[in-house]
């Protein structure tokens, strides 16, 4: 059965005492950029091929990004402070970035199997922790219940659950969330207000790493996104997704900002309610791009969890 979504609602850790704690352990070195490079290689995996790069030592932790968002647009702080305590994988989508052609239909479910053969080759014999943030959330549980023996651990970020439990931001706002849109629209979704300058030191940090070379340039072709984004109608008309939560075996760490317009906090709420071994944290004062708006806070909190 389910967990009442107030028992969940009690397991919120949002006290400054525990986000000091990661702060301090996270702090002196998250923020250090210098080997935030990304190699790019490419292996041929799911019919096609696959480019991603790593970055740290330790367990393999694979990353989901969001719709249409290829590798080089994870936040090089973000990655430095999860490749401290790991060996974190990012890739671009079939249909994205450096990649090949998608070897079928964009759906969640097909999108699993192609990202658990890539993993399979890029980590041989080994389990993985997975991330997913926001559409890559969607991908993030389909893989830990169509392929239960590849995942250690799970975190899922900013993600809702599919089908008539999920709650949808304004209208506004997914209108922008499904197009291509500029950095002054990205800001005003992504982040509340009281967020928005730490967002723009995010951006900061991106055109850092593209005008360095550390982040290849590349390109989001306009038939993914729609591809994408056509996804998720079967996506939020099925239960299918929902219902199949609570055979998650993976110990799931389920986070959000409390002020996420595009994928309102109590999506999280739900998630984790139904999913066994799931803790839920939600971060005050953050939007859906709170990874990016607090990167010491949440990868202290993230590498915590996987330890």
Do not use: C
């Amino acid at each position: 059965m389910p967990r009442p979504l107030s028992a969940i609602l009690g397991l919120i850790l949002v006290s400054t005492g525990l986000l000091g704690i990661a702060n301090h352990a996270a702090a002196a070195s998250a923020l250090d950029l210098s080997a935030v490079e990304l190699n790019v290689q490419r292996v041929n995996a799911a019919g096609t091929t696959i480019a991603w790069a790593e970055l740290g030592t330790g367990s393999p932790l694979l990353l989901l990004n969001g719709t249409a968002s290829p590798m080089s647009e994870w936040d090089p702080a973000f990655l430095a402070g999860l490749a401290n305590a790991n060996r974190v994988i990012v890739f671009d989508y079939p249909g994205l970035g450096d990649s090949g052609a998608a070897p079928g239909s964009w759906t969640f479910e097909h999108a699993a199997d192609w990202i658990a053969d890539f993993a399979a080759r890029v980590t041989p014999g080994e389990r993985v922790n997975v991330l997913g943030w926001s559409m890559g959330g969607f991908i993030a549980q389909q893989l830990a219940i169509r392929h239960p023996a590849l995942i250690r651990n799970l975190v899922l970020a900013a993600t809702n659950p599919g089908g008539t439990k999920t709650a949808l931001g304004p209208a506004w706002v997914q209108e922008i969330d499904s197009s291509s849109s500029s950095d002054a629209d990205y800001l005003r979704t992504n982040y509340p207000p009281s967020g928005r300058a730490a967002g723009k030191r995010f951006l900061d940090r991106l055109s850092d790493a593209y005008d360095s070379g550390a982040y290849p340039v590349t390109e989001t072709p306009d038939r993914t996104l729609k591809a994408m984004v056509a996804a998720e109608d079967p996506w939020l008309r099925s239960n299918d997704n929902l219902r199949q939560l609570g055979g998650i075996g993976a110990p799931t760490l389920v986070l959000d900002g409390a002020n996420d317009l595009i994928t309102p906090k109590s999506n999280s709420a739900v998630i984790a309610s139904r999913i066994p071994k799931a803790r839920l944290q939600i971060f005050p004062g953050s939007g859906h791009s709170f990874l990016f708006q607090r990167p010491e806070i949440v990868t202290g909190v993230v590498n915590r969890f996987l330890r």
